[in-house]
């Protein structure tokens, strides 16, 4: 197995919003905000090669949208997707399987193009893309909390496609869809999200997606202000930081700006951060 990290560019948000009810003295001493309260953040996706199989985890925000909605998230950055791949030598129609941890137009939007018509098709023309019936349903009937982010026209094409599959939910994991990858679903972000666990060269490298977007989402009271269920959130994560900690996964971090890596361990109070890396290196 072979693993790239894939960087389609930075985009801004609310620093108030990223952090929820913790006061920005505290947030803003691991993410400092411009003058506007905005701070940077990755949209950084993760590609999987295991033989003839090729899957890319997340696809960032692509380049579909019109101005008006791009103007609200300052894109910025000389990185993009396709530029990513083939740094590594790839192209999107190698990809064979596209993985989407949840549809939130800034991980899945790069899922869907325009074709010179203005027609919308799946971009990546040769994959399977993989969601979850649960997730599938929440974002298809959205709630008016979710509702801005869950954009018809990075879903609706991967249905009428015929190139959707959906993975079967069991407990908080599920079957498994790719080889030495095994799913984690939590659902206080959003209902069903998926955290895929990659078994790579004796370690296990989790894609944290929106769980844990950064280094400074680690203490537990720092959840985001998007979390349709916080409280969720806030006992999934300690569950998972304690898990983190006691067997030595690394984070694969997807929004964090400095930092690709992380890993935890156990201080005197809690779980914290033990080492945070700003490449890909393994």
Known sequence: MKLYSIETGR???DGGAMFGVVPKSIWSRSNVPDENNLCSWAMRCLLVEEGNRLMLIDTGIGNKQDEKFLKHYYLHGDDTLDKSLAGHGFLRDDITDVFLTHLHFDHCGGAIERNNAGDLRPAFKNATYWSNERHWKWATQPNQREKASFLK???LPLEESGQLKFIERVGDFSQRVFPGVDVLFVD????????PHIQYNGKT????????????????????GYDTRPL??????????KQAADKGYVLFLEHDAENVLCTLKHGERRVELDVALPSFSL
Request: aromatic share 10%; charged share 20%.
């Open 11 to 13: 985009f801004k948000l």
């Open 232 to 241: 969720i959130t806030m006992t999934e994560k300690e569950k998972f930081l």
């Open 153 to 155: 026209e990075n879903i």
């Open 205 to 224: 490298i989790v894609f944290m997606a929106d769980l844990l977007p950064s280094v400074g989402h680690i203490p537990l009271p720092f959840v985001m």
């Open 188 to 195: 206080g972000h959003t209902d069903s999200q998926m955290l």
